[in-house]
């Protein structure tokens, strides 16, 4: 069973607009949650985190919420430009006791920003 | 070169084939991982080693053999595929094991025929 969902595959936003997407997971013993940018025929690159001590964290244009009684991320990016069209993934890590584990990834949103 | 590179970036073999990817991280990191990413489905980890050493094998099946030289190359060693196993295999690398912010490469895309 998936820990960690994404469950819109694709969003389409007007440039300018707000894009939100958005995360759920299960897993209570998730310490980091992080976004994950990727283009096409290039690999993922890190984007914004937010530890579960934080509800909030913003970085220029992007901002991660986190909703921890609801299990729920979300990225807001404002304004949208064209160039933030890309696949975003939701990550987690697990901790267990002082040992981090590994990132648990979502399928990803596709986002396409129209001009 | 910096980051993380990965060669072959395409591969197509038969299931009789062996061949083998290439991943190289010039980040001075000590953990290295090897990430699957079949059609809409999540990254799933395959394996992860920290300083050449393996610290995790994610239940991967036998035709799937890393190795990991030193702490900057890392490969994926294939053997009697299945087409099911057609996917982009993803390395990523972190300063060390369980470091949240890993640093990928570009992938191979490789298709078993």
């Known amino acids: 069973d998936q820990q960690v969902k994404q469950n819109s595959p694709s969003l389409s936003v007007q440039e300018g607009r707000i894009s939100i997407l958005n995360c759920d997971y299960t897993?209570?013993?998730?310490?980091?949650f992080l976004w994950y940018k990727k283009y096409p025929a290039e690999g993922p690159t890190f984007l914004i985190s937010i530890s579960s001590i934080k509800d909030k964290n913003e970085d220029g244009r992007f901002t991660v919420f986190l909703n921890k009684s609801a299990k729920h991320l979300s990225l807001h990016i404002v304004p949208s430009q064209p160039g933030d069209s890309a696949v975003y993934f939701c990550a987690a890590r697990e901790n267990y006791g002082g040992s981090q584990g590994n990132l648990i990834f979502g399928k990803g949103t596709k986002l396409s920003v129209k001009p | 070169e910096t980051g993380v590179t990965q060669t072959p970036r395409h591969l197509v073999m038969g299931m009789t084939n062996k061949k083998s990817l290439k991943c190289e991280q010039h980040?001075?990191?000590?953990?290295m991982y090897w990430y699957k990413q079949s059609a809409k489905k999540p990254l799933e980890l395959m394996f992860v080693?920290?300083?050449?050493?393996?610290?995790e094998n994610n239940s991967v099946p036998s035709r799937f053999s890393p190795e990991c030289p030193n702490s900057s190359h890392l490969f994926l060693h294939l053997h009697t595929l299945q087409p099911e196993d057609s996917a982009l295999y993803l390395c990523?690398?972190?300063?060390?094991?369980?470091?949240?912010?890993?640093?990928f490469g570009p992938g191979t895309r490789l298709t078993v025929t």
């Open positions: 990523a690398s972190s300063p060390d094991r369980g470091e949240w912010e890993q640093y």
């Open positions: 897993n209570s013993m998730f310490d980091y």
């Open positions: 980040l001075g990191h000590n953990a």
């Open positions: 080693y920290s300083l050449e050493e393996r610290v």
